[in-house]
Nanobody, 121 residues
């Protein structure tokens, strides 16, 4: 089992920045690819970004390309999502996910509980 705990969400103005963290425990972190997803009220969960085991491969959704950056620190068992130039449409609950393969978008075996990001206009 892998336990994932997100943090770093909050309220920010349009154009602002936040950095989300996802701390993993339970298994060897470097054996898992990681992803970030988000779900806004009334909408389906959508893929945001993914990173492979070493951090050498990264993928982004078109909606966040150039504004968000995914990274990981295997020594700290943590994956990050740096979010810049935030827009009101980025408002959602953000989830991190882990999988031993590298599915990029879906499916992932393990999920965190989510952290709320609210961008005010």
């Amino acid at each position: 089992q892998v336990q994932l705990v997100e943090s770093g969400g909050g309220l920010v103005n349009t154009g602002g920045s936040l950095r989300l963290s996802c701390a993993a425990s339970g298994r060897t972190f470097s054996n898992f690819a990681m992803g970030w997803f988000r779900q806004a009220p009334g909408k389906e969960r959508e893929f945001i970004a993914a990173i492979n085991w070493s951090g050498g491969s990264k993928y982004y959704a078109d909606a966040v390309q150039g504004r968000f950056t995914i990274s990981r620190d295997n020594a700290r068992n943590t994956v990050y999502l740096q979010m810049n130039s935030l827009k009101p449409e980025d408002t959602a609950v953000y989830y991190c996910a882990a999988d031993a393969s590298f599915p990029v978008k879906e499916p992932y075996n393990y999920w965190g509980q989510g952290t709320q990001v609210t961008v005010s206009s």
